[in-house]
């Protein structure tokens, strides 16, 4: 196939019903083609993801159990109503963990910088058809090498439900823009045999024992979810498997504040070991929680040397390549929602900015980020309207989906596929938009 062939092809692939809700994205005529030892980076991180993963939920619970500091248990519960709090707290979801871990990866100067963790991640079936679809392309006598291989997203998250027979996938409102591919991810997962996977609406009652249910709702949004307590329940009572869990220490950015907190170092150090500390501490940007607590006058905030939050108003621009966003349990916590770059804006939002993260604080608590900023990489697309090929230069996002299979110390993470979202050279924050180029990632 010729790029433009490629491009027509890959369009005429699309499924009936779309993918996305109102939303399209710019074609690419090929893969997104990383180096092997990026690629080879990358499919490694999933053990160093999920050994993350676990250290925070034990973290989390010794916190509670009066084993480690109980500010850490306290900043994670910020905002959460108590029934969350104790179903989080419950003894038999004690070891559960998010089946699917999605991190966004930015190219940057400096290698890779994981910008935050997603455990209830969208583009789950748009990664599984993209690399189906890109599979198939051929140029002289060669297929490109798909990350996670054509089949690898389906195989993926078919592997998270164990030996259950029917899964539910139940999808909010909130989250209806991700119906489309949810559907189509369903039918091609039918269409293998073996399990009955069904989308279904927060209004659905009809879980058997033995079902699993995969949770495609944030956990801010329960109240417009009319069967979670159902599932929450069922899924307490053992008679059908839930993942992600309803623990809301998963969905929180502030993890990454934790990480770089002097005084949980030996605990990450064990948990972790060396090697995975390095490896996370060199890849996750330096990220403080915004605490209004005062500090005493002779105290300042690490790497920031600001003795009050308040300071961070009167940075220069210049100063400000810092990141400000909502951490977690938010409208305003997912997609670009919530998000501030600091040197993209003016003193007044700016301090706009930092003021309602401090005044919300106790209700909605921020993080702030140090920005790294993403690498100008060359892609391409296809304008279907001149039948051009269309050359751009962009900064890209990566985002490695792993699934997790298995139980208890034996599980293990898989990398379904990767996709990468190419933004525009102007644009200062990647996320998904018309703009955008969206492809698989290949070798």
Request: proline share 7%; charged share 20%; with cysteine.
């Amino acid at each position: 196939m010729t790029p433009q062939e490629s491009a027509k092809f890959i369009r005429a692939a699309q499924p009936p019903g779309g993918l996305f809700a109102g939303m399209e994205w710019k074609v690419a005529p090929a893969p997104f083609a990383l180096g092997a030892p990026l690629a080879q980076e990358i499919e490694s991180l999933g053990r160093v993801l999920l050994q993350f993963y676990r250290a925070t939920n034990l973290l989390y619970r010794k916190s509670v159990e009066g084993k480690q500091p109980e500010w850490i248990a306290r900043w994670l519960d910020l905002g959460k109503p108590r029934e969350l709090v104790e179903r989080q707290r419950a003894a038999v979801f004690k070891n559960e963990i998010p089946r699917v871990i999605r991190p966004d990866v930015l190219l940057t100067e400096n290698g890779l910088a994981i910008t935050e963790l997603d455990s209830v991640p969208g583009g789950i079936g748009l990664t599984a058809w993209l690399n189906q679809t890109y599979a198939k392309l051929e140029t002289g006598n060669s297929k490109p090498e798909i990350l996670g291989g054509a089949e690898g997203m389906l195989r993926g998250f078919e592997s998270i439900f164990g030996g259950a027979k029917k899964i539910h996938i139940v999808v909010s409102e909130e989250a209806a823009t991700y119906k489309p591919e949810m559907a189509w991810l369903a039918e091609q997962l039918n269409q293998r045999g073996g399990a009955t996977f069904s989308l279904q609406p927060s209004t659905f009652n009809d879980f058997a024992d033995g079902d699993a249910v995969y949770r495609f709702f944030e956990l801010f949004d329960l109240p417009n979810v009319a069967n979670a307590k159902k599932i929450f329940d069922l899924a307490a009572e053992k008679k059908i498997r839930l993942t992600p869990p309803p623990k809301p220490v998963f969905e929180e950015k502030l993890l990454f504040a934790l990480l770089w907190n002097r005084n949980l170092q030996h605990f990450w150090r064990q948990e972790l070991g060396e090697g995975f500390l390095a490896r996370l501490k060199k890849i996750i940007p330096y990220t403080w929680l915004v605490d209004p607590t005062p500090l005493p006058p002779h105290a300042a905030i690490p790497e920031l040397n600001l003795t009050d939050w308040s300071q961070l108003k009167t940075l220069s621009q210049k100063e400000r390549d810092l990141i400000l966003k909502v951490s977690g349990f938010s409208e305003n916590a997912w997609g670009a929602r919530g998000v501030y770059l600091g040197s993209d804006l003016s003193s007044a939002d700016w301090s706009a900015a930092v003021t309602a993260a401090l005044r919300d604080f106790e209700k909605s608590p921020s993080v702030l980020q140090r920005f790294h900023k993403p690498s100008l990489v060359a892609t391409s697309w296809f304008d279907f309207s001149t039948n051009e090929i269309v050359p751009m230069q962009g900064r890209v996002r990566l985002c490695p989906y792993y699934f997790v299979s298995g139980e208890g110390d034996a599980a293990r993470p898989a990398l379904g596929g990767v996709l990468a979202t190419i933004v525009p050279a102007d644009k200062k924050i990647v996320h998904g938009m018309t703009d955008a180029v969206l492809a698989p990632c290949s070798i």
